[in-house]
Protein backbone atom coordinates (compact mmCIF):
# COMPACT_ATOMS: atom_id res chain seq x y z
CA UNK A 1 0.00 0.00 0.00
CA UNK A 2 1.23 3.38 -0.45
CA UNK A 3 2.07 5.80 1.91
CA UNK A 4 -0.31 8.47 1.03
CA UNK A 5 -3.29 5.76 0.92
CA UNK A 6 -2.15 4.62 4.22
CA UNK A 7 -2.52 8.11 5.66
CA UNK A 8 -5.44 8.95 4.11
CA UNK A 9 -7.08 5.69 5.31
CA UNK A 10 -5.54 6.22 8.93
CA UNK A 11 -6.24 10.11 9.61
CA UNK A 12 -9.36 10.24 7.08
CA UNK A 13 -11.65 7.52 7.01
CA UNK A 14 -10.56 5.81 9.96
CA UNK A 15 -10.02 7.96 12.46
CA UNK A 16 -13.36 10.38 11.46
CA UNK A 17 -15.56 6.87 11.44
CA UNK A 18 -14.07 6.20 14.88
CA UNK A 19 -13.57 2.40 12.93
CA UNK A 20 -11.09 1.49 15.44
CA UNK A 21 -10.97 -2.33 14.11
CA UNK A 22 -9.52 -0.44 10.92
CA UNK A 23 -7.65 2.03 12.71
CA UNK A 24 -5.37 -0.65 14.46
CA UNK A 25 -4.78 -2.54 11.25
CA UNK A 26 -2.98 0.16 9.78
CA UNK A 27 -0.82 -0.15 12.43
CA UNK A 28 2.61 -2.05 12.46
CA UNK A 29 2.76 -4.68 15.63
CA UNK A 30 5.95 -2.66 16.59
CA UNK A 31 3.70 0.75 16.43
CA UNK A 32 5.39 3.91 18.52
CA UNK A 33 4.06 7.35 19.32
CA UNK A 34 5.76 10.44 20.35
CA UNK A 35 3.95 13.73 20.97
CA UNK A 36 4.01 16.61 23.03
CA UNK A 37 5.67 16.12 26.04
CA UNK A 38 8.72 14.32 23.68
CA UNK A 39 8.86 10.84 25.22
CA UNK A 40 8.87 7.67 23.09
CA UNK A 41 6.12 5.52 23.90
CA UNK A 42 5.91 1.78 22.67
CA UNK A 43 2.60 -0.48 22.74
CA UNK A 44 2.20 -1.64 19.47
CA UNK A 45 -1.72 -0.50 17.91
CA UNK A 46 -3.22 -0.64 21.42
CA UNK A 47 -1.03 2.40 22.13
CA UNK A 48 -2.13 4.22 18.87
CA UNK A 49 -5.71 3.10 19.30
CA UNK A 50 -5.83 3.98 22.55
CA UNK A 51 -4.20 7.16 21.85
CA UNK A 52 -7.10 8.02 19.32
CA UNK A 53 -9.75 6.99 21.29
CA UNK A 54 -8.72 9.44 24.24
CA UNK A 55 -9.09 12.22 21.91
CA UNK A 56 -12.62 11.04 20.33
CA UNK A 57 -13.65 10.28 23.79
CA UNK A 58 -12.90 13.86 24.67
CA UNK A 59 -14.04 15.27 21.32
CA UNK A 60 -16.74 12.44 19.95
CA UNK A 61 -17.62 14.72 17.15
CA UNK A 62 -14.01 15.45 16.19
CA UNK A 63 -12.97 15.37 12.35
CA UNK A 64 -9.40 15.67 10.75
CA UNK A 65 -9.11 17.73 7.72
CA UNK A 66 -6.25 16.59 5.92
CA UNK A 67 -4.53 19.90 4.80
CA UNK A 68 -1.49 18.94 3.25
CA UNK A 69 0.42 15.22 2.57
CA UNK A 70 4.33 15.16 1.30
CA UNK A 71 5.59 11.73 1.46
CA UNK A 72 8.83 9.41 0.52
CA UNK A 73 8.78 5.90 -0.56
CA UNK A 74 8.27 4.78 3.97
CA UNK A 75 7.84 8.60 5.08
CA UNK A 76 5.10 11.35 5.23
CA UNK A 77 4.57 14.62 6.67
CA UNK A 78 0.78 15.47 7.08
CA UNK A 79 -0.54 18.70 7.91
CA UNK A 80 -4.85 18.68 9.71
CA UNK A 81 -6.97 20.79 10.91
CA UNK A 82 -8.59 19.08 13.97
CA UNK A 83 -11.82 20.25 15.08
CA UNK A 84 -14.22 19.23 17.56
CA UNK A 85 -16.39 19.99 20.82
CA UNK A 86 -14.77 18.68 24.05
CA UNK A 87 -18.13 16.97 25.84
CA UNK A 88 -15.66 13.94 27.40
CA UNK A 89 -12.83 14.74 30.40
CA UNK A 90 -9.57 15.05 28.56
CA UNK A 91 -5.98 14.55 30.51
CA UNK A 92 -7.96 15.65 33.64
CA UNK A 93 -10.09 18.45 31.98
CA UNK A 94 -13.42 18.01 32.83
CA UNK A 95 -15.56 18.47 29.70
CA UNK A 96 -16.43 21.77 29.18
CA UNK A 97 -19.03 22.13 25.91
CA UNK A 98 -16.28 24.85 24.43
CA UNK A 99 -15.08 23.73 20.43
CA UNK A 100 -11.49 23.61 19.05
CA UNK A 101 -9.90 24.25 15.78
CA UNK A 102 -6.04 23.16 15.57
CA UNK A 103 -3.54 22.72 13.75
CA UNK A 104 -1.96 19.53 14.14
CA UNK A 105 1.30 17.64 12.01
CA UNK A 106 1.95 14.06 11.99
CA UNK A 107 5.01 12.35 10.89
CA UNK A 108 4.52 8.93 10.01
CA UNK A 109 6.92 6.17 9.18
CA UNK A 110 6.10 3.35 7.23
CA UNK A 111 7.31 -0.64 8.08
CA UNK A 112 5.39 -3.12 6.12
CA UNK A 113 2.95 -0.82 4.65
CA UNK A 114 2.11 -0.60 7.99
CA UNK A 115 2.39 2.99 10.29
CA UNK A 116 5.66 1.74 12.53
CA UNK A 117 6.33 5.08 14.23
CA UNK A 118 4.11 8.48 14.69
CA UNK A 119 5.57 11.92 15.92
CA UNK A 120 2.94 14.43 16.51
CA UNK A 121 3.34 17.72 16.86
CA UNK A 122 0.40 19.86 18.35
CA UNK A 123 -0.12 23.28 20.26
CA UNK A 124 -1.55 22.04 23.65
CA UNK A 125 -1.54 25.00 25.21
CA UNK A 126 -3.43 26.48 22.24
CA UNK A 127 -6.39 23.62 22.56
CA UNK A 128 -6.23 24.46 26.88
CA UNK A 129 -6.89 27.64 26.43
CA UNK A 130 -9.59 26.72 24.03
CA UNK A 131 -11.15 24.48 26.18
CA UNK A 132 -11.39 26.96 29.06
CA UNK A 133 -8.65 24.83 31.21
CA UNK A 134 -6.01 27.56 31.19
CA UNK A 135 -7.06 31.40 30.46
CA UNK A 136 -5.79 33.02 27.36
CA UNK A 137 -2.69 35.36 27.58
CA UNK A 138 -4.28 39.44 27.53
CA UNK A 139 -3.04 41.41 24.22
CA UNK A 140 0.27 43.46 24.52
Not at 30 to 42: H, N, P, R, V
Not at 100 to 114: F, Q, S
Request: charged content about 20%; proline content about 6%; aromatic content about 8%.
Amino acid sequence: MATPETVHKLFKAAFNAQDWAAYRALLHPEYTFMGGDGQLKTGGPDLGVGIAQMYSNAFPDAQLELLSLLTGPNMACVEMRATGTQTGALMGVPPSGKRVDLRVVNIVELKDGLIFREREYLDLMAMMIQIGAVPAMPAA
